[in-house]
Nanobody, 122 residues
Framework: QAQLVESGGGSVQAGGSLRLSCVTSGRSFATYTLGWFRQAPGKERQFVGATNYNGGRAIYSDSVKGRFTVSRDSANNRVYLQMDYLKPEDTAIYYC???????????????WGQGTQVTVSP
């Protein structure tokens, strides 16, 4: 059974950094886009960033562009989200997800992790 498991969440002050990790298992995601979404309380799930099957291309939401970086280590079935210059509005549960192609659309992603909490204090 395919699984995506996130780790690395936590609490940090504004201006700090965190690195999230997601490990995949149960099937090959070698041809899949791997991405990150987030959901704050009372809000819809929001696209953060994603990288294509070979890590050669990445896309980001405007709200994180220049601060967050998505990368993947295909040999170890992992995708990462490096988050720098964090702001209180980045506080949310962050989800790792997999899709058959590069997209910002929630509905395109077939596989999801359980999420990891990120809290940024002022």
């Amino acid at each position: 059974q395919a699984q995506l498991v996130e780790s690395g969440g936590g609490s940090v002050q504004a201006g700090g950094s965190l690195r999230l990790s997601c490990v995949t298992s149960g099937r090959s995601f070698a041809t899949y886009t791997l991405g990150w979404f987030r959901q704050a309380p009372g809000k819809e799930r929001q696209f953060v960033g994603a990288t294509n099957y070979n890590g050669g291309r990445a896309i980001y939401s405007d709200s994180v562009k220049g601060r967050f970086t998505v990368s993947r280590d295909s040999a170890n079935n992992r995708v990462y989200l490096q988050m720098d210059y964090l702001k209180p509005e980045d506080t949310a549960i962050y989800y790792c997800a997999a899709a058959p192609y590069l997209s910002v659309g929630v509905s395109v992603y077939d596989y999801w992790g359980q999420g990891t909490q990120v809290t940024v204090s002022p």
